[in-house]
C-alpha cells in the first residue's frame, strides 16, 4: 500500500503561481509512477501530469503544458506540481495518484489516491 498526501493548495489570483506536494509513504520502495488529475465541479476527473518517481520524462495535459512543471524528490519520496500562470479555469481540486509500471494518462489506472487539495483562481 502506498499513502499519499497533498498539500499546498489555496486561492490565488489569476497570473499567481502556486506549488503543490504530494508525500508519499508505505511500500514507496520500486518504480512507480506519481501523478497529478484535478476535478472540476460537474467535471470529470482530468489527468495533469505523470512522472516516474525516478524522474526522466514528465508527461503533461495540453491545457498545463509549458505552465506547469512536475518533478520528484526521491530523497523525500514527494512529487511537486509548480504550477505558474495559473488561470480561473485551472480551479479544481487536485488529486495526487500512484501506480506501478508505466505512466498512462487515465485515471482509473492509477491505484493509490490522496485526498486532494483545493485550488482556486480568481480572475
Known amino acids: 500500500q502506498v499513502q499519499l498526501v497533498e498539500s499546498g493548495g489555496g486561492l490565488v489570483q489569476a497570473g499567481d503561481s502556486l506549488r503543490l506536494s504530494c508525500a508519499a509513504s508505505?511500500?514507496?520502495?520500486?518504480?512507480?509512477?506519481m501523478g497529478w488529475f484535478r476535478q472540476a465541479p460537474g467535471k470529470e476527473r482530468e489527468f495533469i501530469a505523470a512522472i516516474s518517481r525516478y524522474g526522466g520524462t514528465a508527461y503533461y495535459a495540453d491545457s498545463v503544458k509549458g505552465r506547469f512543471t512536475i518533478s520528484t524528490d526521491n530523497d523525500k519520496n514527494t512529487v511537486s506540481l509548480e504550477m505558474n500562470s495559473l488561470k480561473p479555469e485551472d480551479t479544481a481540486v487536485y488529486y495526487c495518484a500512484a501506480r506501478w509500471g508505466t505512466v498512462v494518462r487515465t485515471s482509473s489506472e492509477y491505484d493509490y489516491w490522496g485526498q486532494g487539495t483545493q485550488v482556486t483562481v480568481s480572475s
Open positions: 508505505g511500500r514507496t520502495a520500486g518504480h512507480y509512477v
